[in-house]
């Protein structure tokens, strides 16, 4: 008897051709409305008022990343392949020297940055009441993490179906860093008040570093986005450009130590929905499950 199989060839397969959608995407959705107020800034601020850090249109241009990714997802893989694709939010397996990086090591980084800046105990606390303590913390969690579910949890994936780490790393710390630049030019926004330069030195350290992490927590992107938010947490102090330099020391210490994965295959995550074993592995399961025929010679006697 024939084995039945009534798996959908594409349910768990992204294909790689996809990283255009999905940038096109990721692109158009936030540098369109990013765009929108650069060249029409009298009519969008009349419609919608003056655009901020807390503006509903800026919350959609910094989700497009995940739209994008859970669009092209839905497309290939239907609701099913969603929701498994999210199961990676659930994955809170970490080792112990990131964890420790995590919790203390990046706070670290900062209150560091903040001491060779000069400012460490002179500018006063973000903070002023629990009650704006919170509302940072909740606008810090809900605003860029949600990023990690395009960028980490989908782009890089496909990036290391052909790539290793190392580079796929770099490109895509080179495309989210290019990504932000119109945030740049507006000055109602937080990155207007920054220098692009250190900032993108700093998205490629962080790629590198996300990488790495990314691929020793088995594709966890809840642990991609603890390590985002951690970046951008309100509780530690202005340490610009010092934090840059400081990132840019560990991304070298992560690529050292962790130079057989960055620079091989070992452990590297190249599945986006849990349980695609890529094309390789399924062709072999499909070979292995059609039936076999033996030809015998014919004898005469």
């Not at 940055?113 to 002023?128: E, H, K, Q, Y």
């Not at 292995?288 to 030809?295: G, L, N, S, V, Y």
Request: charged residues 15%; aromatic residues 12%; positive net charge.
């Amino acid at each position: 008897m024939n084995k039945q199989t009534t798996t959908n060839p594409g349910e768990n397969r992204i294909p790689l051709r996809s990283i255009g959608l999905f940038l096109a995407i990721t692109f158009g959705l936030a540098w369109g409305i990013i765009a929108l107020f650069v060249f029409l800034p009298d009519l969008m601020t009349n419609l919608v008022g003056p655009l901020s850090g807390n503006h509903p249109l800026f919350f959609l241009a910094v989700y497009a990343p995940a739209i994008a990714a859970l669009v092209i997802i839905f497309r290939y893989a239907g609701i099913v392949g969603v929701r498994r694709y999210l199961k990676r939010l659930t994955l809170s397996e970490c080792p112990a020297p990131w964890t420790v990086f995590l919790l203390v090591g990046l706070p670290v980084i900062f209150f560091g940055g903040s001491a060779l800046n000069g400012n460490l105990f002179n500018d006063p606390l973000p903070i002023t009441s629990s009650r704006a303590l919170v509302t940072a913390l909740l606008l810090a969690a809900i605003k860029g993490p949600v990023e990690e579910l395009g960028w980490r949890g989908f782009a890089l994936p496909l990036l290391q179906r052909r790539l290793a780490p190392v580079w796929s790393a770099l490109i895509l710390g080179a495309i989210w860093g290019f990504w932000h630049l119109p945030a740049f030019m507006l000055s109602g926004l937080q990155q207007s008040a920054w220098s692009f330069a250190p900032f993108f030195a700093g998205t490629i350290a962080i790629s590198l570093i996300a990488t790495s992490l990314f691929n020793a927590t088995r594709g966890s992107i809840l642990i991609a986005a603890v390590f985002h938010f951690q970046l951008m947490n309100p509780i530690w102090p202005d340490a610009q450009p010092y934090d840059t330099y400081l990132l840019l020391g560990v991304a070298a210490v992560v690529l050292f130590h962790d130079r057989k994965t960055m620079f091989g295959r070992q452990g590297v995550i190249t599945e986006i929905i849990p349980g695609d074993k890529g094309a390789q592995e399924r062709r072999a399961e499909e070979e292995a499950e059609k039936p076999r025929t033996i030809d015998h010679p014919v004898r005469s006697i």
